[in-house]
């Protein structure tokens, strides 16, 4: 098996988890690092190597790259597609796919008739607890699924320049769950939301919302709930449970450890929750990866497609739209 050379197109805080995962991925050798902010892509050459460029169109044209992972802001993520359709590079692209959905259907075409392999990086469902539970529904075990319920929070909330061009918790935070949703539920038609601002000022101040709920029915009469909030005293909150005729699945949160503590002050004692979204789901961006690279090796599939990130952000534009409305908003038909 020959190494697939990847080409890295940012190298920030996400960048430089695609980094780590590159290195520890058999067959898998990092080529390039390009980012205007040079001395970021330097450091992260000095780690893990790979030449360094500020200009994207340096690894385009190089001949010398099988595969770009995209972790630059997401203005540039359906650029940095469309350049890797032209020039035959197979591409990984962080999520959101964009935050305007008419930007999204002008490429949607040609993406999806395009010769090359194009991933989402929709990475929770490489999770090793969620895939678990999705297979096993998936099979029967559940029964027929009723229920989907996703709680996701954040230690803290990011900072206020990063909030103000998130595109809004639903398209940057909520998005993520969205996708997890159509994991186990691919037909949604309805979506009523939520928000509120319970704690930041600062969040409130760029008209967005610091926590939200989010209610969908699936064709099947599945009720999905998705709980966010961009705070939480006790770590990083990831949980999911599946509620089906036969069978209840429940993914708890992850420690670092199993140890707990027994005593006269109290019992089940046990260490906060892992509280960053890099740690918690390192795994599953290393097995995002491998997939990835599994797929285009032999002609397959294995992770999330462009129509992907396209429908999680309808529904992230439906759950906003809901929001500010307070009026459900269907999607039947759309996704």
């Excluded at 699924?145 to 595109?167: M, T």
Aim: net charge negative.
């Amino acid at each position: 098996m020959s190494d697939l050379n990847i080409g890295l197109i940012g190298s920030g805080r996400i960048g430089q988890v695609h980094a780590g995962s590159i290195a520890d991925t058999k067959g898998a050798n990092l080529a390039w690092i390009c980012d205007p902010f040079i001395e970021g892509a330097t450091a992260l050459a000095a780690e893990f190597g790979g030449k360094v460029t500020a200009e994207p169109e340096d690894v385009f044209a190089s001949g010398e790259v099988d595969v770009i992972v995209v972790a630059s802001p997401t203005p540039t993520h359906l650029d940095m597609i469309d350049r890797a359709i032209d020039t035959g590079i197979h591409v990984l692209c962080e999520k959101p796919i964009d935050l305007d959905i008419a930007k999204v259907e002008k490429l949607r075409d040609k993406a999806n008739a395009a010769n090359v392999h194009i991933a989402i990086g929709f990475n929770r469902r490489f999770d090793p607890q969620f895939e678990s539970i999705q297979k096993r529904v998936a099979a029967g075990e559940a029964g027929k699924l009723e229920q989907l319920v996703i709680l996701s929070r954040d230690p803290g909330p990011a900072p206020r320049a990063y909030i103000a061009v998130s595109g809004g918790i639903f398209r940057d935070m909520t998005i993520h769950d969205f996708d997890m949703a159509r994991y186990f539920v691919p037909d949604i038609v309805d979506v009523y939301a939520a928000g509120t601002n319970v704690f930041s000022d600062d969040i409130k101040a760029e008209n967005d919302y610091d926590s939200v709920s989010v209610t969908m029915r699936g064709r099947g009469g599945e009720v999905i709930v998705i709980v966010n909030s961009r705070h939480s005293a006790y770590g990083y909150d990831q949980r999911l449970e599946a509620f089906g005729d036969k069978a209840m699945f429940h993914a708890h949160n992850v420690s670092p450890t199993t140890v707990e503590k027994y005593d006269a002050t109290g019992t089940g004692q046990a260490e906060p929750f892992i509280d960053a979204f890099l740690v918690r789901y390192a795994v599953s961006y290393r097995r995002e990866l491998a997939l990835f690279l599994d797929g285009i090796r032999d002609g397959k599939n294995y992770n999330p497609t462009f129509d992907d990130g396209r429908a999680a952000l309808i529904l992230a534009d439906a759950a906003t739209e809901s929001a500010r409305t307070g009026k459900s908003v269907s999607v039947d038909g759309k996704l």
